[in-house]
């Protein structure tokens, strides 16, 4: 059974650094491309950065240039370097393979909150 573990969440004030972890079991981690995601409050979640099996990455425009993801096959993680962090960044952060193989399976996130 396939489980996603979110981890390096926090409160921060704007401008400061964060770096998430999602840690994969139950599924062949170097087979798959991996995305992160985020639901802010009130919003639907929404795709914010992918890294492929190759390493090639993509990012939604409101996070390029801030946004680093990459990942550690050997570990099955995939992680998710933020900087310069805006009051708008507040949200709760996924994980997810974005291929749809896991259907509706999400796991339980990281909250991030940017606040003076």
């Known amino acids: 059974q396939v489980q996603l573990v979110e981890s390096g969440g926090g409160l921060v004030q704007p401008g400061e650094s964060l770096t998430l972890s999602c840690t994969v079991t139950?599924?062949?981690?170097?087979?798959?491309?991996w995305a992160w995601y985020r639901q802010a409050p009130g919003k639907e979640r929404e795709r914010i950065a992918v890294?492929?099996?190759?390493?090639?990455?993509g990012y939604a425009d409101a996070v390029k240039g801030r946004f680093t993801i990459s990942r550690d096959n050997a570990k099955s993680t995939v992680y998710l370097q933020m900087t310069n962090l805006k009051p708008e960044d507040t949200a709760v952060y996924y994980c997810k393979a974005p291929s749809g193989v896991m259907g509706d399976y999400w796991g339980q996130g990281t909250q991030v909150t940017v606040s003076a």
């Open positions: 890294i492929t099996i190759s390493r090639g990455t």
């Open positions: 139950g599924r062949i981690f170097s087979d798959h491309h």
